[in-house]
């Protein structure tokens, strides 16, 4: 099938092979918010080979930084990072989602002690990366998180 394309970037970030549905968090994850000054072009929803249905975001003039990827790799373990000069790819690989994260996700249990309101200790989490997504286990509680989507800070 023909792929549905933004334009190609010049110098900058493509990340590509984004979960469905996920790039306005992509965005979040980024700090691009509105008002932004960056050129950023976004397509999500579209057809992929690989994955059926996939979301991209390409941002002129910013190159990513290894925390953000961590956090993508969060939320769509199998995204594509293009590091785009002069219009060639200059680096291409793929997320890899950490093991252990501290100071990432927020725990969900407000009983956990790393939401203690006096002397909160840094939240901690075990990855666990399936196909598709991963999921998180709290250090401290063990409780389980299976959408990571509203626990990134
Ligand atoms: N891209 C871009 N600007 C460029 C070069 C590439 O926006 N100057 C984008 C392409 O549109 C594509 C991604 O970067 O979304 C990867 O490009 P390329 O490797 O050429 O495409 P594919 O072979 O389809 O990538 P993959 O093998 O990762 O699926």
Known sequence: M???????IKEGTVIDHINAGKAL???????IQPGTDLTVSMAMNVPSSKMGKKDIVKVEGMFIRDEELNKIALISPNATINLIRDYEIERKFKVS???VVEGVLKCPNHACISNAEREPITPKFYIKTEEMRATA??????RKIENLDNYIS
Do not use: A, D, F, Q
């Open 2 to 8: 023909r792929e549905l394309v933004v334009s190609k």
């Open 25 to 31: 968090l992509v965005l979040k994850i980024l700090k």
């Open 97 to 99: 989602p950490p093991e």
């Open 137 to 142: 286990r709290c250090h401290y509680c063990g």
